[in-house]
């Protein structure tokens, strides 16, 4: 699960203690300091943004047509303008635990790029 | 919550109207059986004859994901891809049409009955064109499209668009029941 830290110390939280839903979109942008992804209480990744780093996040989850075994990768990173180029920074935890940071996104499956919320999407 | 999918195979029926959806998983293995009939079972039955010049078809499959399970916000990004290797001997082709017939919650109209083992090439009204599936990897993957609104998938019942498949069998091919083959689903989900 993730915990969508905001710059006055109050943080918003995927799931309530009443196991309400809180949803990615609600996540205040302008608010955001730090992007936290859990598992079991722990955490994984802590990950800090500045103003004007636009946070990506997605669960990538890949399904074998026969067996059904499905595996699941999360991809939580940001990116962002400087001068008038696009910079990102993307971390890849896998379902293993082990984390990989890229900078790019590339063509491979577990690499290529998701498609952009609007949210999510640089301004020019 | 985390979202669940099934895949289906659409069979039976009209043109635009499948008579029979079908939840591939609860089948085999193998979980789809290539043959000259168009209906789920997977037996020994209707086999592709191999010709003694030319090339024989079997029935085209029209397969899809269906949420079983909403994901909190949204899925997307959907792709399709194989091992890169056929492994069902010489002689024998796996192809993917080119063209994703619609398919989604609210429509069938992408479905086409398979009646006769004619290639889907141009007998599909939907597919004027194939790509063999293995040429599709995990670095090169077919984008699968979803025509529901937004092209999200965010509620139960909702669908990707049909990928139609189907198997070729040349002159060279031998007899036999052959290896099976994976393919892989991918999603993002939010």
Redesign the interface.
């Known amino acids: 699960m993730w915990k969508a830290v905001y710059e006055d110390g109050t943080f918003l939280p ?1 799931y309530n203690e009443d196991n309400s ?1 809180n ?3 609600d996540i205040n942008r302008s608010k955001l300091v730090c992007f936290i992804i859990l598992k079991d209480g722990k955490v994984l990744l802590k990950m800090n943004l500045s103003k004007g780093q636009r946070l990506i ?12 075994v499905t595996d699941v990768t999360i ?1 939580v990173g940001w990116q962002m303008l400087i001068k008038g180029v696009s910079v990102k920074h993307i971390h890849l935890i896998f379902s293993d635990g082990s984390i990989e940071t890229i900078p790019n996104w590339s ?4 690499y290529s790029s ?2 952009f ?1 609007e949210c999510e999407k640089l301004n020019g | ?3 669940e ?1 099934s ?1 289906m195979f659409d069979f039976g029926g009209s043109d635009g109207s499948p008579g029979t959806e079908q939840d ?2 609860s089948l ?4 789809l059986r290539y043959k000259q009939a168009d209906n789920a079972t997977i037996d020994t039955n209707n086999p592709v004859p191999i010709p003694s010049s030319g090339t024989n078809y079997s029935y085209w499959k029209q397969v899809y994901l269906k949420c079983t399970t909403a994901p ?2 949204q899925v ?2 959907v ?1 399709l ?1 194989s091992d890169g290797t056929n492994s069902l001997s010489t002689g024998i082709n796996f192809y993917v049409g080119d063209e994703l017939p619609t398919k989604n919650s609210g429509s069938d109209t992408g479905y086409e009955i398979c009646d006769s083992a004619v290639t889907m090439v141009s007998n599909h009204s939907g597919i004027t064109a194939q790509t063999d599936v293995f040429s599709y990897t ?4 077919k984008t699968i499209s979803i025509s529901e609104s937004g092209s999200i998938i965010d509620a139960v019942g909702e669908t990707t668009n049909y990928i139609v498949l189907q198997m070729s069998v040349a002159d060279t091919a031998s007899t036999g029941d052959k290896t ?1 083959e ?9």
Request: glycine fraction near 8%.
């Open positions: 995927q839903t949803k990615y979109p996040y997605r669960k990538r989850i890949r399904k074998n047509s026969r067996t059904g991809l063509g491979d499956r577990l998701p498609n919320m | 919550m985390t979202a999918f895949v591939i998983s085999g293995p193998p979980n909190d916000t997307d990004n792709k891809y995990s670095g090169s993957s099976n994976d393919l892989t689903y991918q999603y993002d989900e939010i």
